[in-house]
């Protein structure tokens, strides 16, 4: 197990297009969180999972989002009806418990998404 | 919620020569300080970390310091070298809850030859 995958790595959409991307975390991590990250920002918290339990989302995730970790091991987010303002990068992180023991969070590549 | 403010937005050090960077945080309660390099094209990766129990932590060129009073942390970085270019960012938590980072905006470091 080499890291945290993440795919697409790009992904072009049109706008009022759904668009599905897919984390794979480190294997025995059991939190999986997914963070947003606009150019020129630091990455933005959107929701995390503790095995299959989705249990916060911030704000920042309309009802267009929705996440999901079906048996507690690879993630989806969906984006429908995708806008403009949708483009940034999707990153994935997973983490052993809380994320504040030895190695935190790892993240992954994360998806561009361009929205057109 | 948490503010994560982070100081300076550019970084430009000869080689060798040391670098530092600065962030507040608003919330009295957090307690965990990581920071991490974002190279192009990829995610953050941890690079250090610190606890609101230490003052200051050390691993070789790299090292933080946490002022609890002042609400503030600075990484810094001695004997840049080349492969120290990178956007930098440092992030606040609170442990024991769901641990989410708030990030500061990033600073990107540029180590000249």
């Known amino acids: 197990d080499t890291g945290v995958s993440q795919d697409p790595r790009h992904k072009i959409t049109k706008r009022g297009q759904n668009v599905t991307f897919r984390c794979d975390p480190i294997s025995e991590h059991n939190r999986l969180y997914w963070y947003r990250q606009t150019l020129g920002q630091g990455p933005e918290f959107l929701t995390y999972f503790q095995n299959e339990a989705q249990l916060e989302k911030s704000r920042l995730l309309s009802n267009r989002f929705s996440a999901e970790r079906p048996k507690g091991s690879f993630s989806t987010l969906e984006i429908q009806r995708t806008e403009q303002g949708d483009s940034a990068m999707y990153l994935c992180?997973?983490?052993?418990?809380?994320?504040?023991?030895?190695?935190?969070?790892?993240f992954g590549s994360g998806t561009r998404l361009t929205v057109v | 919620g948490e503010n994560v403010e982070q100081h300076p937005s550019t970084l430009s050090v000869q080689e060798g020569d040391s670098a530092v960077i600065k962030c507040t945080y608003s919330d009295s309660a957090s307690n965990y300080f990581p920071w991490y390099k974002q190279e192009l094209g990829k995610g953050p990766q941890l690079i250090i970390d610190?606890?609101?129990?230490?003052g200051e932590k050390k691993d070789q060129r790299i090292a933080v310091t946490l002022n609890k009073t002042a609400k503030h942390f600075s990484l810094h970085i001695t004997e840049t070298q080349p492969e120290d270019s990178a956007v930098y960012f440092c992030a606040a938590s609170i442990t024991g809850t769901a641990s989410k980072l708030t990030f500061g905006t990033g600073t990107r470091l540029q180590v000249t030859l």
């Open positions: 610190i606890r609101s129990n230490v």
């Open positions: 992180a997973s983490s052993l418990g809380a994320g504040t023991g030895a190695g935190g969070y790892t």
